[in-house]
């Protein structure tokens, strides 16, 4: 039992020092850089889903190798820091089932940022994979 636990324990910091390795972080959150995370979101899902998240950037004219990267959680911060009072925002879905993109204009402010921030979640259920991708601009 003991060696089953070493293994174990072993063959999961194996994995995840190769991710950190490969990326310089495990998640897209932790990610000190944009650098990686697009080629981090596209290992990390399937060939179709990979292949709408490509739809979707092309589809609003963003060249993949120039993506700025934002999460929600430091919008806020990033915004304040930089002196923007105001932004706005659309949100683009897409599943996997349908593959039609919808967009949603969620925010529309006069100001605008200096330039497009973007943050992409997915959820995958009963087989389909609905990707969510926030542009804050």
């Excluded at 963003?62 to 915004?79: A, G, K």
């Excluded at 009072?85 to 949100?91: G, K, L, P, T």
Aim: hydrophobic fraction near 35%; charge should be negative; charged fraction near 20%.
């Amino acid at each position: 039992m003991k060696k089953l636990i070493l293994t174990s324990v072993l063959a999961l910091t194996t994995l995840s020092v190769f991710s950190q390795r490969k990326y310089d972080f495990d998640v897209p959150l932790r990610a000190k850089s944009n650098e990686g995370v697009y080629e981090w979101f596209i290992e990390h899902l399937d060939e179709t889903s990979g292949s709408l998240v490509n739809q979707i950037f092309k589809s609003i004219g963003v060249n993949t190798d120039n993506i700025q990267w934002m999460f929600p959680t430091d919008l806020l911060h990033v915004c304040h820091k930089n002196g923007w009072d105001f932004y706005s925002e659309n949100q683009y879905i897409v599943n996997t089932k349908d593959k039609n993109i919808k967009t949603i204009k969620v925010n529309e402010s006069e100001n605008k940022l200096n330039h497009s921030l973007f943050h992409l979640s997915y959820i995958h259920k009963d087989g389909i994979t609905t990707l969510y991708l926030t542009e804050y601009y």
